[in-house]
Every structure is written in structure tokens, then in C-alpha cells.
């Protein structure tokens, strides 16, 4: 009898092992084992699993776009939306980003965020810097997420939740652009204005303003370029990315076209004398009235307002050809 009754109980321990209903009054994401993932790189929908639980967050895509800063968007259940869910058993990706979700674990439970604040604040991601070139690049973003004064619409009625951090997910950018060839031009702005620029296919790299005497018909002598610094008047540096083909004659026409449109804008940092932001011109004859002006970015900083990168010691803008009358 006794070892029947052991049998038993023991039957009943191992029938309470498997999955069954799970029932919570809480829940916890906070392991830093549980990774916050996507079903694709449009990032609208991000979610984290636990054994039999799962945390949807969704928003819509553009939100986690790669600028640095800090945002807030409200939980409203349509375009911003926080939903906890329980299963009745071990829950997958295949469960929530399928087409045709897998017929098991089954939904036990269900809350849905009535209300709430998201809080995404990005950051930069940089590469190994090149200390030989002392230059820096930016290869993507992180955005870390966040939730304050959360309340719930779950079956028992409705709850207000701790403020918790959903997580850090990582975007990447395509690389910026910075390949040009050893061409420079130089045209007049709609404000007459000289510009130095240099193109590729979709950007351009731009001195606006820039000091004439830089750009003199005169042999330099051996070692000792002529100097300037970028400043909020003159000299002005840009590095300009579009949307779109960009060619030569968009700087040369008055007004500036209006296509392509501008995607992203990164202005050089002013300079300071002997350490930052200096434009440097090395000016030789290619004959009795014509002139090659080798111009260089040295130790340039471009900022977009909310983060930066370096240039780098040595960046050649480009090699400008000019006529003396």
C-alpha cells in the first residue's frame, strides 16, 4: 500500500512538470540573456520570449531611424502597441513571426497596455577608429528601450505595471560615402558665393564661401601651403548626402535645383588654429596661366546636430584646376 501510494505521488510531480497553463500576476524580461529580436529589418514589430511568455512591442517603422536623440510616443493600441502574453507551452520565434503560426502553444493569457509612454533614446555606434588617419566612422545606432506609467487591460481587470526597460536593439546604416576622385570644381552660388565641391553619385563634399586668397593664381612656395579655417561664415564645409543622382551642374545652376532632395547634411566644426578644422591649399603651375590647387581637409570634424565623426589627419577634398587671365 505504502508503495502504491508512493507511485502515486510521484505520478502527480511528474504530471506538475509538464507545461500546462501558466498563470502570472507579474512578469519579468530583465534577464540580460533574453535578447530583444525582430521578425525583420523594418523593425515594427520587436519582441522577447521566455520559456512560456512573450512581450510584443509594436511601432511603427521609421521610429527607430539612425539619429541620435531621444523620443517619446504614447501607447494609443493602434500605432503603438505593448501586449504580454502566456502559452500553454514553450513559445518560439516561429510562433510569433509566421505567416502561418504553428498551431501549438496555444494563447492563455493576454494583456494589452491601455496606456503609456515608450522612451527610445539612440546612440552611435562607432567602428575602430584609425588611429594612424586619427579618423572615426559610424556604423550604426543603438536604441534603447524603455516604458514609464504603464496600465494593463488584462481578465482580472486592470493593473498599473512598474516602469522597466524593454531592451537594446541595434540598426545598421550603410556606409557613408566618402570615395571621391581627385577632380575638384568650383562654381558660384545663387548667393555668388565661390564653392569648391567634389561629387560621387550620391553625395557631395562642399567648401561654401571659401576664402579667395586660398585659391590665388600663385605658386606655393616648397612646404608651406596656404592655410584657412572653417568658420560660420567662410570656409564653410559640408558633406551632403541625396536622394538621388547628383551631377557637377547642380552647383553651378542659380537658383540650386530643388531635386534631388537632401537626405542627410553634416557641416564641418570651426576651426581652431592649429589643431582642427583647417583647409589647406598646395597650389602649383601647370603652365604660364594655369594653376592646380590640391585641397586638403585637415583634422576636419562633420556634425549633423546630434552626433559626429572625423574626417580624419589628411582628407583630400580634391585638385582644382584654374585659369589667370
Given at each position: 500500500m505504502k508503495k502504491f501510494a508512493y507511485l502515486l505521488l510521484l505520478g502527480l510531480l511528474l504530471n506538475g512538470c509538464d507545461d500546462g497553463d501558466l498563470t502570472v500576476e507579474t512578469f519579468d524580461f530583465t534577464d540580460p540573456s533574453i535578447k530583444v529580436q525582430t521578425c525583420t529589418d523594418t523593425y515594427e514589430l520587436l519582441y522577447k520570449l521566455k520559456n512560456q511568455e512573450s512581450l510584443l512591442l509594436q511601432i511603427p517603422e521609421d521610429k527607430l531611424g539612425n539619429v541620435a536623440g531621444e523620443q517619446t510616443f504614447n501607447i494609443d493600441n493602434n500605432s503603438y502597441k505593448l501586449v504580454y502574453r502566456t502559452y500553454d507551452g514553450t513559445v518560439a520565434t516561429?510562433?510569433?513571426?509566421?505567416?502561418?503560426?504553428?498551431?501549438?502553444?496555444?494563447?492563455?493569457?493576454?494583456?494589452?497596455?491601455?496606456?503609456?509612454?515608450?522612451?527610445?533614446?539612440?546612440?552611435?555606434?562607432?567602428?575602430?577608429?584609425?588611429?594612424?588617419?586619427?579618423?572615426?566612422?559610424?556604423?550604426?545606432?543603438?536604441?534603447?528601450?524603455?516604458?514609464?506609467?504603464?496600465?494593463y487591460s488584462k481578465p482580472a481587470g486592470t493593473q498599473v505595471g512598474p516602469d522597466f526597460v524593454f531592451g537594446d536593439i541595434d540598426t545598421t546604416v550603410d556606409d557613408l560615402n566618402l570615395t571621391f576622385d581627385e577632380s575638384a570644381d568650383l562654381c558660384t552660388s545663387a548667393t555668388n558665393d565661390k564653392v569648391v565641391f567634389n561629387i560621387n553619385d550620391e553625395a557631395s563634399l562642399t567648401i561654401n564661401n571659401i576664402d579667395p586668397t586660398l585659391i590665388a593664381n600663385e605658386v606655393t612656395p616648397s612646404g608651406t601651403p596656404r592655410t584657412g579655417l572653417i568658420s560660420a561664415t567662410q570656409n564653410k564645409v559640408f558633406y551632403t548626402i541625396y536622394n538621388g543622382l547628383i551631377t557637377a551642374d547642380y552647383f553651378c545652376k542659380i537658383p540650386i535645383p530643388s531635386t534631388p532632395t537632401i537626405s542627410q547634411t553634416w557641416t564641418g566644426l570651426e576651426g581652431v588654429s592649429g589643431q582642427s578644422g583647417i583647409i589647406e591649399v598646395t597650389t602649383t603651375s601647370l603652365g604660364p596661366t594655369v594653376f592646380k590647387h590640391v585641397i586638403v581637409l585637415k583634422d576636419v570634424i562633420l556634425d549633423n546636430g546630434n552626433v559626429n565623426f572625423k574626417l580624419g589627419k589628411n582628407f583630400l577634398l580634391g585638385e582644382l584646376v584654374t585659369q589667370s587671365n
Open positions: 516561429a510562433n510569433i513571426c509566421n505567416a502561418i503560426r504553428p498551431s501549438l502553444p496555444n494563447i492563455t493569457d493576454e494583456w494589452y497596455a491601455e496606456g503609456g509612454t515608450i522612451v527610445i533614446v539612440t546612440k552611435a555606434k562607432y567602428g575602430e577608429p584609425n588611429t594612424t588617419e586619427n579618423s572615426t566612422r559610424i556604423v550604426g545606432y543603438t536604441h534603447s528601450i524603455s516604458f514609464k506609467n504603464l496600465t
